[in-house]
């Protein structure tokens, strides 16, 4: 089984982030062989300053390592050190079709009104993204509900290349259905995901955020004034209190009905501190080290630079075959 997964540079890193994807990744790698990757190059579909994007890539690097990430055990990497990435895209490009692409959803949420003034890059995303998993001919491939879609154009994309060539050359990849990354939300508004560009700073917990920082967040946190109910069912129109509830099960990795079972009936005055004091017991060693290597960009460096030797390793032997596969042989 050979996992590989991908995620966007977004400097600021959260709780949100920690909690939605990157626990999963730790699980994930001592369950399969994974190849764990910063998407640069899809960073670039949208504006982007060259500094801040270097910036955060490192940033999410230390942050995935601060958390458990393991680059002895998983190959850790950014896109962009591995030109396969860009080649494989490039010929994938020819079995893509516009019709396909004119399907993606993302497209037409990233690009809004302005469709004709979207970047080529952001339209053939999807291409990228088939690109980043049939170059290691990855076996799973975790998708959340957003990106079904994106995992389904790179099984056609996979099929119709080997079919318009008459070879094998790529495996379709299937979904990993692991643990369900929880979906957190912000402190200030329940309906509205935990996110970096919200002005509120008190609407997030920071990977950087120090102990103190963290539990005052978490008691200035909205809520309501009615005490936890002993079901889920009754949290359903009182999404800043579910979101709490739901914070909790995935920092203790228990189901959210199991934390109700613990603390229904109980006003937030006593659910807050405990949440405040395992929110910090969880995220305290994470920040410790993320802070302590966020700033060391010559051991990040190092670290990309390795991994990325052993992706393009891994990568090789089917990027020349997708070049023997369209009968350009030149240097494959």
């Known amino acids: 089984m050979r996992v590989v997964s991908g995620i966007q540079p977004t400097g600021?890193?959260?709780?949100?982030?920690?909690?939605?994807?990157?626990?999963?990744?730790?699980?994930?790698?001592d369950e399969s062989e994974?190849?764990?990757?910063?998407?640069d190059l899809h960073a670039i579909s949208m504006p982007t300053d060259a500094a801040a994007l270097s910036a955060s890539t490192r940033e999410m690097a230390a942050a995935l390592i601060a958390s458990g990430v393991d680059p002895e055990r998983a190959v850790l990497f950014n896109q962009a050190r591995v030109p396969g990435h860009a080649e494989l895209c490039w010929l994938l490009n020819g079995t893509a079709r516009m019709g396909w692409l004119n399907?993606?959803?993302?497209?037409?949420?990233?690009?809004?009104?302005?469709?004709?003034?979207?970047?080529?890059?952001?339209?053939?995303?999807?291409?990228?993204q088939?690109?980043?998993?049939?170059?290691?001919?990855?076996?799973?491939?975790?998708?959340?509900?957003?990106?079904?879609?994106?995992?389904?154009?790179?099984?056609?994309?996979?099929?119709?290349?080997?079919?318009?060539?008459?070879?094998?050359?790529?495996?379709?990849p299937e979904p990993y259905i692991g643990t369900t990354a929880a979906r957190i939300m912000s402190l200030r508004d329940g309906t509205a995901k935990m996110s970096k560009s919200d002005v509120s700073e008190m609407s997030r917990i920071n990977l950087s955020d120090d102990s103190d920082t963290v539990a005052k967040k978490i008691r200035k946190a909205k809520t309501d004034?009615?005490?936890?109910?002993?079901?889920m069912a009754e949290l359903e129109d009182r999404p800043?209190?579910?979101?709490?509830?739901?914070i909790y099960a995935a920092l203790a990795e228990i189901e959210p009905q199991a934390v109700l079972g613990q603390f229904a009936g109980k006003g937030f005055g006593e659910?807050?501190?405990?949440?405040?004091?395992?929110?910090?017991?969880?995220l305290e060693p994470v920040s410790a080290r993320f802070n302590a290597l966020k700033d060391d960009i010559s051991a990040i460096d190092a670290i990309l630079e390795r991994g990325a030797e052993k992706a393009k390793a891994a990568?090789?032997?089917?990027?020349?075959?997708?070049?023997?596969?369209l009968g350009l042989l030149s240097g494959h």
């Open 12 to 29: 600021n890193l959260h709780l949100g982030n920690y909690l939605g994807a990157i626990v999963n990744w730790v699980k994930m790698q």
């Open 34 to 39: 994974c190849l764990f990757f910063l998407a």
């Open 103 to 128: 399907r993606m959803t993302q497209f037409k949420d990233k690009s809004g009104k302005n469709r004709e003034g979207a970047s080529i890059a952001l339209y053939a995303y999807p291409v990228l």
């Open 130 to 172: 088939a690109a980043d998993v049939l170059l290691y001919n990855a076996t799973h491939v975790p998708v959340g509900q957003d990106q079904k879609q994106h995992l389904e154009l790179a099984r056609d994309v996979a099929e119709k290349f080997n079919a318009d060539t008459g070879t094998e050359t790529f495996i379709l």
């Open 225 to 231: 004034a009615e005490p936890l109910p002993e079901t």
């Open 240 to 246: 800043e209190a579910k979101n709490l509830v739901s």
């Open 271 to 282: 659910f807050k501190p405990a949440l405040a004091d395992l929110t910090v017991s969880v």
């Open 315 to 325: 990568g090789a032997p089917t990027l020349s075959a997708a070049y023997r596969a």
